[in-house]
């Protein structure tokens, strides 16, 4: 049995794990990112805690075959190069990939976080089985990915898939990438919650507080509502729901996906979004390609990061 390991590189949090060749999780852990490190000690540190679970996991390190590394962040695939991560900035310009594979002994390849996670869904979740997959995550803002014939496609600088700042709306909300209109300003988390308030300030009846997260609105508590019926809760999730649908109409016309995956916290509402999107891109896209084209929801959930990262490595070493 051969075995990847996967690292999803965050900000705050370094979760790293190993998965067999049928995608499964054999163990895993999480490390906090100290950002008071310098670039290189980091890398020693994603290494070290690497290493740490490979020796905890019993598994003999010459059947590990590569790692993959998921990150936020503007960077180059091909190199393993971290070009701009906003919020540990001493890894600007870090080879990311080259200094943690020399560190455990095997190659190890770097690619976005969302492209991870729709690897991740191609191999072994809700895309497998087929050839032509965009993933989208819906939280903070809208990440996508986007696979054609089998591979990922990256685009001439490797940005391709920013499915967040496909503009719905040309005079609509200014977005700080400098377009206006932009899919993510409305789906959002601060969209969701920013609609929300505002039909509430309209005077619109609303059992919501029985459903606070931490005291605050948001889109979990908000879909909470919905599922147990709160009338402006449901309301704000189909339209939503409506908004997605306009933006995968236009990617069916262009793309002609086989399957839309839906991942990301805010898509833990489930149909209460989805259903919504499905109806509006069979009622804006050309017909034949929205028939064929399947919208479901992301399968490896919580576990998205660790083995989609690790597909990068299956990616590049078997497919």
Known sequence: MNYYLGIDFGGTEIKIGIIDENGSIVTKDKYTTDTTKSGAEIVAHIADCAQELIGKSGI???????????SPGLLDPEKGLLKVVTNVPQLNG?????????????????????????????FFGAGKGFKHVIGLTL???????????????????????????LSIDSNGLYCPCGNYGCLERYIGKDGIVTRFKAYQGKGIETGINDYLD??????????????????????????????????????????NPEIFVIGGGIANAGDLILEPA????????????????????????????IVGSASIAVAKLVR
Request: aromatic share 6%; no cysteine; net charge neutral.
């Open 139 to 165: 939280g903070t803002g809208v990440g996508g990915g986007i696979i054609l014939d089998g591979k990922l496609y990256r685009g001439t600088s490797f940005t391709a898939g920013e499915i967040g700042h």
């Open 94 to 122: 870090i080879n990311f990939a080259e200094g943690i594979g020399r560190h455990l002994g095997f190659p190890a390849f770097l690619d976005n976080d969302v492209n991870a996670m729709t690897l991740g869904e191609f």
């Open 278 to 305: 499905r109806h509006e891109l069979i009622k804006r896209a050309y017909t034949i390609p929205a028939q064929a084209v399947k919208v479901v929801p992301a399968a490896l959930k919580n576990d998205a990061g």
């Open 214 to 255: 931490n005291g605050e609105i948001t889109p979990k508590a908000i879909a909470m509502a919905a599922a147990n019926g709160d009338k402006l809760s449901v309301e704000v999730l189909t339209e939503t729901g409506k908004i997605l649908g306009i933006a995968l109409a236009s990617l069916t016309n262009v793309l």
């Open 60 to 70: 003999p390190k010459s059947a590990i075959k590569g790692a993959g590394i998921g």
